[in-house]
């Protein structure tokens, strides 16, 4: 069956460090994997996009990687801050285009 | 700039009971929507999107439906709720074609009593 996993329910770092979060997918065939913020009781906001043929995307202090053959993507926060505590999702496109999103992972950022 | 309005933020209703959850976009024009719900702990579920006026595609039958009256309004309805109805609501848009990001609203929180 087709899933999509992060690596945990929750993920606790101290601040400053690299915060590293897991997507890993099975029966899937991607083209492109998106990377979304979610603050509690809020809708997801778009981060990152990655397509198949990128190994690796960045923008500020976010870093994706995508590999098609692992079947996984990492998102790295580096530097990071309280006010990066939040949910990250992970979302690939499915087979009829429309877009899957994981379950998440609840990151929190202690100062 | 786009923005998208969804309401209300919060909904208690009783079982049995219609539904009408209503979300707009502005700035900008044809483009896709989309109803999600989500559980807690778990992903975000499809339930119905549209690529156009009165063009609606079902992702999980159910006792909800969709419409789309307008080109920029996406309205979704219960005749009578059902306690597995509780849950958080959201809609998004995006640009048509694929790889476009999509643009979420804040959602509504529904309780089902």
């Known amino acids: 069956s087709q899933k999509i996993e992060q690596n945990s329910e929750a993920l606790n770092i101290q601040e400053g460090k690299t915060a590293t979060l897991t997507c890993n997918y099975t029966?899937?065939?991607?083209?492109?994997l998106q990377w979304y913020r979610q603050d509690p009781g809020r809708g997801p906001v778009f981060l990152l996009l990655i397509r198949e043929n990128e190994k690796e995307k960045r923008k500020e202090r976010l870093k994706v990687t995508f590999d098609t053959t692992l079947k996984q993507s990492l998102f790295h926060i580096t530097a990071s801050q309280p006010a990066d505590s939040a949910t990250y999702l992970c979302a690939l496109d499915g087979p009829l285009n429309d877009m899957r999103f994981g379950a998440g992972t609840r990151l929190t950022v202690k100062p | 700039s786009q923005t998208i309005h969804q309401w209300p933020a919060t909904l208690v209703q009783p079982v049995g009971s219609p539904l009408s959850l209503e979300c707009t976009v502005e700035?900008?024009?044809?483009?896709?929507l989309y109803w999600y719900r989500q559980a807690a702990g778990r992903g975000l579920q499809l339930l119905f999107y549209s690529v156009g006026i009165g063009q609606i595609s079902s992702e999980v039958p159910q006792n909800l439906s969709a419409s789309r009256p307008q080109d920029r309004q996406f309205i979704l309805s219960s005749k009578k709720l059902l306690l597995s109805d509780s849950g958080f609501y959201l809609c998004?848009?995006?640009?048509?074609?694929?790889?476009?990001?999509?643009?979420f609203g804040d959602g509504t929180r529904l309780s089902i009593l």
């Open positions: 998004a848009w995006s640009h048509t074609g694929i790889n476009q990001p999509q643009h």
């Open positions: 029966n899937y065939s991607p083209a492109y």
């Open positions: 700035g900008t024009s044809n483009p896709n």
